[in-house]
Nanobody, 127 residues
Framework: VQLQASGGGLVQAGASLRLSCSASGRAFSNYVMGWFRQAPGKEREYVGSINWSGTSTSIATSVSGRFSISRDNSKNTVYLQMDSLKPEDTARYYC?????????????????????WGQGTQVTVSS
């Protein structure tokens, strides 16, 4: 599985961005897709995930109400819509795929590791 994230950039606080992640592979509709972010000097942080059909999502408390995830299985693409961006949202954003452990959304954990990762796209929010 190859993942390619795009859509990052430099924006002002309060702006919106939509990140996209394109995936290779015919089994995309059977992957739980996740978004993570990592700021310099900080650990990687779970942002959210979406189930196979797109009917269920999990969003981290830190971005709840501002970020949302969707997917288009016909395009092998998952999206991260980010609204009301804040300077603390500045990070490199990564999409990931979990190809095992069934159709369960949520952060990674024992038996629920995300096993494929893209290269990330940088999001910088200025104040």
């Amino acid at each position: 599985v190859q993942l390619q994230a795009s859509g990052g950039g430099l924006v002002q606080a309060g702006a919106s961005l939509r990140l996209s992640c394109s995936a290779s592979g015919r089994a995309f509709s059977n992957y739980v897709m996740g978004w993570f972010r990592q700021a310099p000097g900080k650990e990687r942080e779970y942002v959210g995930s979406i189930n196979w059909s797109g009917t269920s999502t999990s969003i981290a408390t830190s971005v709840s109400g501002r970020f949302s995830i969707s997917r288009d299985n016909s395009k092998n693409t998952v999206y991260l819509q980010m609204d009301s961006l804040k300077p603390e949202d500045t990070a490199r954003y990564y999409c990931s795929a979990r190809t095992v452990s069934g159709d369960v959304v949520g952060p990674p954990g024992p038996g629920y590791e995300y096993d494929y990762w893209g290269q990330g796209t940088q999001v910088t929010v200025s104040s």
